[in-house]
C-alpha cells in the first residue's frame, strides 16, 4: 500500500524531470499528492484540479483502457490538449499520474520516466 508520503515523493520527484512541467498530480492506491510550481500564467484552479484527478481522468483512463484492450495491445496513456496547455495521463498499477506541459513541450518523453517512478513508490 502506497502512503501519502510516498506518493508527495514521487510527484516531487516527477516535477524535477523537468523545468517544462506546470502541475504533476499521482494517485496511487486512493492517496492522491498534486503540486503545481509557482507564478503560473493561465494555471487551473485547485479544486478543480483535484475533481480531475478524482473523477475525470480515473473515467478517460478506463474508456480509452477498455477500448485499446480490445484490439489496440492496451493503453499507454492519454493526452488532453487544454486551451492553455496539455495534460498526460499516464495509467500506472494501482492509479495514474498526470503532468501538465505548455504547448510544444514533448509530453509523452516524459511516459517511461513516469512509470518508473510511479512503480517504485507502489513498492
Known sequence: MTSD????????????LS??????????DGN??????DGLSDASASESDHYEEILVN???LTLAAA??????????FLVVGYGNFQQLVV?????????????GVECTSFVSA????CCAAST
Open 5 to 16: 508520503i510516498q506518493t508527495t515523493d514521487t510527484v516531487d520527484a516527477i516535477l524535477e
Open 19 to 28: 523545468s517544462d512541467i506546470r502541475y504533476v498530480a499521482v494517485r496511487l
Open 32 to 37: 492522491l499528492s498534486m503540486k503545481q510550481r
Open 58 to 60: 480515473p473515467t478517460l
Open 67 to 76: 477500448r485499446g484492450n480490445i484490439d489496440c495491445g492496451g493503453l499507454k
Open 91 to 103: 495509467p500506472v498499477p494501482n492509479g495514474h499520474a498526470s503532468v501538465c506541459v505548455p504547448y
Open 114 to 117: 513516469i512509470y518508473r517512478l
